[in-house]
DNA sequence: CGAAGCGATTGCAACTTGCAACCACTTCGG
DNA sequence: CCGAAGTGGTTGCAAGTTGCAATCGCTTCG
């Protein structure tokens, strides 16, 4: 997508792949939302994707080595995977869900999960990396005993959406 | 800079305020490289920004909430000054930098800084945020005895540039 | 066999990026 | 007191990117 690296920085690199407006939010949603097909991740974006930029930032995502595609054949429910680099941007969508929360506005249904997030820690992410590498690469998670944390994250959404029904004193239900 | 959010979610706020390709490498500047003047991250920058760039990302990260600004008049030293909110972006650029560091191609001198402060974990991160608190907000450390995690970070750099030169045997200079 | 669902692509206007030049002002050295 | 160097930017402009709306060819479902 882009040419040589504008530096040899850790950081820069990181910010060249992942520094738009889309990449993670798109990831977000492979991740958290468990989202792996195109209409998918379109119609069910919280902050409305446009077609065009969905399939630009699959190919770019695709082509920088943190998703892979199964095409599937025209017309057909193909799939996207997540690699093992897309899998270790969870600490990244972690700590800017922290951020996110500490320091802007949001609304309680939607940042539940960054708050679950945080309070869980790098066990609780390490736990949802496990658990990805069994969906996305077929490993099998190294402790079957622990719940899912995908259930828990999904769990605690649900029950953020149904506290706000019984009590929805924000102005106009802003997300969903 | 922008409207409305485009949803309640933390991590799509953060990317909103953050998600652009010179915002974190600016702050990255300003937090590591202890760069507080307009001429300073221009020139000084490893990347190359431009100064029409720089001086809208400064003005953006301003209204932002991320940074304060005294001018100090025209023709004079003016100092940007690194807000609560931006001494909290240091676990972010902390995940980026591991990621980077991970599965990007970078140069050893330069991510010698994500490599130390992936080694530090939470604990250096957290004294970093103190120092940067005592620097930019004039609130003293509370563990004076420890050392200056900038002092750290910045002797590692300098070892690593040393080790380099004696050698040096990666494909040309590429970064400084 | 028609409607709905699939994964996109195209056209186009608006906006953003980034290079190069320039600007008004202050400070410093002699 | 004067010129050079340093201060923090702004402006012009070409090239590229973003994002809305419409469309497309295909498959699957009822």
């Known amino acids: 997508m882009r040419g040589r690296p504008r530096s040899g920085c850790a950081i820069n690199a990181a910010v060249e792949a992942l520094g738009d407006q889309w990449s993670l939010i798109v990831l977000r949603d492979v991740i958290f939302g468990g989202r792996r097909h195109f209409r998918d991740l379109l119609a069910r974006n919280e902050e409305g994707i446009a077609s065009n930029i969905l399939a630009a930032?699959?190919?770019?995502?695709?082509?920088?080595?943190?998703?892979?595609?199964?095409?599937?054949?025209?017309?057909?429910?193909?799939?996207?995977?997540?690699?093992?680099?897309?899998?270790?941007?969870?600490?990244?969508?972690?700590?800017?869900?922290?951020?996110?929360?500490?320091?802007?506005?949001?609304?309680?249904?939607?940042?539940?999960?960054?708050?679950?997030?945080?309070?869980?820690?790098?066990?609780?992410?390490?736990?949802?990396?496990?658990?990805?590498r069994e969906i996305h690469l077929g490993i099998p998670r190294p402790h079957p005993e622990r719940p899912r944390p995908s259930r828990l994250l999904q769990e605690a959404y649900l029950r953020a959406v149904a506290e706000h029904k019984k009590n929805p004193r924000d102005g106009e239900g802003a997300g969903v």
Do not use: F
């Open 57 to 132: 930032r699959l190919k770019a995502l695709v082509a920088a080595g943190l998703l892979t595609h199964e095409p599937a054949g025209r017309g057909r429910k193909g799939t996207y995977s997540l690699t093992e680099a897309g899998i270790q941007t969870v600490p990244i969508l972690a700590a800017l869900g922290s951020w996110g929360l500490r320091h802007r506005p949001t609304t309680p249904e939607l940042s539940v999960r960054a708050r679950l997030l945080e309070e869980g820690g790098p066990p609780l992410w390490n736990d949802l990396m496990d658990e990805l």
